[in-house]
């Protein structure tokens, strides 16, 4: 996946606001949500604030069920706060926009369709005309290493693979931040490392920002510039840790090792293993 990067870079930069590389980008202030079935109400994000920086890659980890895809769901403007505010580039977002692209864990892809006439289908239901359209959607497939598949069906691709049209389908809109959540976390272990090997080419070549949500520490370590560590629900943040490290990380570094050690352990006092 991605060795073109030339084409990346010639992509990078935000088509939707002025913003530069490093300067505050999503500004979440005192985010709550709280669930209301028939009579149960459930508290499941409580005094949420972030500010998260153009270019960056910021992943949450936390606890099973402690409200993670709540806050990303928040962010794309797919759910309502109870209370707080979400700004991006100093926009409210309270609907969904072309400015967030998601990437789900299963994919969501629409099985029916061609493979580029799901990465397409963004750019189609912003009126791009056809031709420029197919031209964008191709682009996109070869930076995925996917061009060969254009026409394949969804059904007949690898899980890795469903995942890479998943990412040229965020990718192709151009957008501001991409939203992934726990995005590799139905892949096998080694397709997975390929996949986190992908996203770091496309890090170092644009100013991409994303937000992360993983269950994978590893994962986490590997790929992010902070890591955000929730609480049990309802979630509030309990650490954010800085990695400075540049990109590609040695998973086998004893400063990596320590720092994946030390995050699990934070985790398992919120009583929740890896
Ligand atoms: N639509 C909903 N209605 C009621 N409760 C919900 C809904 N979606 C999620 N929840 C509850 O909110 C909490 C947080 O869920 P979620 O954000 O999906 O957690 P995570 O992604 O961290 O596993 C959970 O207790 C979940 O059961
Ligand atoms: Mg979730």
Redesign the pocket.
């Known amino acids: 996946m991605v060795n073109q990067n030339e084409v990346i870079t010639n992509e990078g930069g935000s088509v939707h606001t002025g913003v530069q590389e490093g300067e505050s980008f999503i500004e979440i202030k005192n985010l709550a949500?709280t669930?209301?079935?028939d009579e149960?109400e459930?508290v499941?994000?409580e005094d949420f604030s972030l500010d998260i920086k153009k270019g960056e890659l910021i992943s949450v980890v936390?606890?099973?069920?402690?409200?993670?895809?709540?806050?990303?769901?928040m962010i794309a403007g797919l759910?309502e706060p109870t209370a707080g505010t979400i700004t991006i580039a100093g926009r409210p977002c309270k609907e969904p926009g072309p400015d967030r692209g998601m990437v789900f864990q299963d994919f969501a892809l629409l099985p029916w369709r061609s493979v580029i006439k799901n990465v397409e289908l963004g750019l189609e239901i912003a009126g791009v005309p056809k031709e420029e359209r197919r031209e964008r959607a191709e682009k996109y497939l070869e930076i995925v290493g996917l061009e060969k598949f254009k026409d394949s069906r969804i059904n007949e691709l690898s899980g890795g693979m469903k995942q890479r049209v998943g990412i040229a389908r965020a990718l192709v809109n151009k957008p501001d931040v991409i939203l992934m959540?726990?995005p590799f976390g139905a892949l096998d272990a080694q397709t997975r490392n390929i996949m986190q090997a992908g996203l770091v080419k496309i890090l170092d070549k644009t100013d991409q920002t994303i937000v992360f949500?993983t269950?994978s520490v590893d994962e986490a370590v590997f790929l992010s510039d902070r890591i955000v560590i929730?609480t049990k629900?309802?979630?509030s943040i309990r650490e954010i840790i800085e990695i400075p490290w540049p990109r590609p990380r040695d998973r086998a570094s004893p400063e990596f090792t320590a720092l994946r050690k030390r995050i699990l352990e934070e985790l398992e006092r919120e009583n929740v293993l890896e």
């Open positions: 949500k669930y209301k079935r149960v459930t499941a994000i936390g606890p099973s069920g402690c409200g993670k895809t709540t806050i990303l769901r759910l959540d726990e949500i269950h929730l629900r309802p979630a």
